[in-house]
């Protein structure tokens, strides 16, 4: 309470500055302000007063600022001080919530302050050409945020329903400082942009190839018949790079572990390199992706050890197949699917149809699913199995459909078999998250009868893929329970990603290769939402409302803006920048109108939530 009275009193200093000079002095009012908050945001580095090296607008400059250091200290108070107010015990807690309201939203004022004074002693340069206004707006921004820390300072504030009220005003706040933020990137007139793009090296995928290859062959070979198993090593040699190479040259079972044992030597080789890269490297970014990859190899490390403990402790080699098929066939996929990325990351890579191999791979999936269903009599076990396996492959087919679009995006064209690719993921994909709603929401009959069909359905394809064409379509559905600030979180993520499309590409585009990068950055977004789907029907749909909304809202958008840029006739460099964003807009205005519902339920929640705390102390304390 001393530090809110203290707050108050600077307040009332400033309210008297406020009635008594006139606009001109805003300045001064600043350096009274900035005095009573000491040296905390001295030391910071604000996105006002400096221009970009290459020559930023000050539109974008100004943008910059009110996302930087306005927009991110609602959303602090908003997400953490109110919101988690909630977790807090006591019977002051409601006070303390007040108090630290206060100074945040006293920090805001500052930022604001600052920012005017800046511009009016010119250390921030304004271009008359482009009359922004940008003083005039943040003049009204102040009034706004004077308002709020009236209600802050009021004798009642401490209640749940003036937070309620305040909350409501800062939430208001924060959309007219969203709505400032679109009015900058609808602005007229477009600055030079450099675009860069980088290269891989495919040499770090080398240990991830050789250990999915050896894996790969053991699980081939534990699947083969009795007197096909091992093959003369002399006369069969494994073609380099080539997957077809798998369960040629097989070891007897009780030999299954030392393969093991070799893969767990490269792993560890691998780890140790990765121990000492980290100790070397300095960048941030780097050592994170050195990190994961680390934590990844030792997860795998893990896993091969318990593989082998129970290879040792087995003799009979029926059961040492059926292990290696069980255990080994999940690992099996992942190591694939990751080779695939790593791959994928440094460069582009029976019928005649090229759909025809997605269509083999997907019918060969479905047979595995009927042999597994024929190995066990646990139910669970076998929607468990399918659910996680199909997951895993239509991710992997929607990483396979991106690279695609990614390849028609920086060339311009695809050839014919990348074009039947990219077909045939679009049939498969809704029948496969089917056969996934079908494991969540049916038994194993159901199921069992599901497999059937869509091999049924992916042989009539096949036919038709050697000849005519159809296209089959089905839909998902949903339901579970409160996940709105989980949603919040995410969509947080997607909207960072907007934001640099419409900086990167098409707030200061002035050539076609600014096209390209808003493409690419699409790609990227849609693979985003692929992921959060992903996750949402692993955890069995908790989170309905997400899922319409990416899909039906969030995707449907961004296709529309994926086909505008993506047409061949579109010249990018003649279009205004109205244009260019008004698409990218109606997705970025769908994110925040959400986020602005699902934050205010939530705070909502939180606020009562205390409430009922409150009076909880109040009865033990009576």
């Not at 792993?267 to 100790?279: A, Q, R, V």
């Not at 692993?538 to 449907?556: F, G, N, Q, R």
Request: hydrophobic share 35%.
């Amino acid at each position: 309470m001393a530090r809110m009275w203290e707050c108050l009193s600077v307040l009332v200093l400033v309210c008297v500055a406020v009635h008594g000079q006139d606009e001109a002095d805003a300045g001064a009012e600043g350096e009274v302000a900035a005095g009573a908050e000491g040296e905390a945001a001295a030391g910071a580095e604000d996105a006002e007063g400096k221009s970009a090296e290459g020559g930023d607008e000050e539109a974008w400059e100004y943008v910059e600022f009110l996302k930087a250091d306005v927009n991110a200290k609602v959303e602090v108070i908003l997400q953490k001080t109110l919101y988690e107010a909630r977790e807090k015990k006591g019977l002051t807690v409601l006070e303390e919530t007040v108090g630290k309201t206060l100074e945040q939203v006293m920090e805001i004022r500052e930022s604001l302050l600052k920012r005017i004074k800046k511009i009016r002693k010119g250390e921030i340069k304004i271009d008359p050409e482009q009359n922004i206004k940008q003083e005039e707006m943040l003049s009204e921004f102040r009034m706004e945020i004077m308002t709020i820390l009236l209600k802050l300072v009021d004798k009642d504030a401490a209640t749940i329903d003036k937070l309620k009220e305040i909350s409501k005003d800062l939430l208001r706040f924060k959309m007219s400082i969203s709505n400032e933020v679109m009015r900058m990137l609808m602005l007229p007139q477009a600055t030079t942009r450099t675009v860069t793009t980088q290269t891989g090296d495919c040499s770090e995928c080398d240990v991830l190839k050789e250990i999915s290859t050896k894996i790969e062959n053991l699980v081939v070979c534990a699947d083969k018949e009795e007197g096909e198993d091992v093959q003369d090593a002399e006369i069969v040699q494994e073609p380099e790079g080539n997957e077809a190479g798998a369960g040629q040259v097989c070891m007897p079972p009780a030999m299954y572990a030392m393969d093991l044992i070799g893969v767990n030597e490269l792993i560890d080789n691998e780890i140790e390199g990765l121990y000492t890269s980290l100790i070397t490297t300095t960048e941030e970014d780097t050592r994170l992706k050195q990190f994961e990859k680390l934590k990844d190899f030792k997860s795998l490390r893990e896993t091969i050890d318990e593989m082998i403990t129970k290879l040792m402790s087995e003799t009979d080699d029926e059961k040492l197949k059926k292990l290696v098929k069980r255990s080994l066939g999940r690992v099996n996929t992942e190591q694939k699917t990751k080779l695939k990325d790593c791959q994928a990351q440094c460069g582009p890579g029976s019928c005649e149809s090229c759909a025809a191999d997605v269509l083999y791979d997907a019918i060969a999936k479905m047979n595995d699913y009927k042999t597994f269903f024929n190995n066990t009599d646990d139910e669970e076990a076998k929607k468990e199995f399918v659910r996680t396996d199909m997951i895993k492959y239509i991710t992997e087919n929607n990483n396979e459909a991106r690279d695609i679009l990614t390849k028609k995006a920086t060339e311009g064209v695809i050839d014919e078999c990348d074009q039947e690719k990219s077909e045939i993921y679009k049939m498969t994909k809704a029948p496969m998250w089917m056969l996934v709603n079908t494991t969540i929401f049916a038994g194993v009959d159901e199921l069992e009868v599901m497999v059937d069909a869509m091999v049924t359905q992916l042989e009539e394809l096949l036919k038709q893929y050697c000849g005519s064409d159809v296209v089959i379509t089905v839909r998902t559905t949903d339901e579970g329970p409160n996940c709105e600030w989980e949603e919040y979180q995410q969509t947080k993520e997607y909207l960072i990603k907007v934001d640099d499309i419409i900086q990167e590409a098409l707030f200061k585009a002035k050539d076609d290769s600014a096209q390209v990068t808003a493409i690419l950055g699409f790609v990227d977004i849609q693979g985003l939402y692929d992921k959060r789907v992903k996750k949402l029907f692993e955890e069995e749909l908790v989170c309905p409302d997400e899922v319409k909304v990416i899909k039906k809202e969030y995707m449907t958008q961004l296709s529309k803006c994926m086909a505008q840029f993506m047409n061949g006739k579109l010249k990018f460099s003649e279009m205004s920048r109205l244009q260019r964003i008004s698409c990218t807009k109606e997705l970025r205005n769908a994110m925040e109108s959400r986020m602005g519902k699902l934050l205010q339920a939530e705070l909502e929640k939180s606020l009562n939530e205390i409430e009922v705390a409150s009076e909880a102390n109040a009865i033990k304390s009576g």
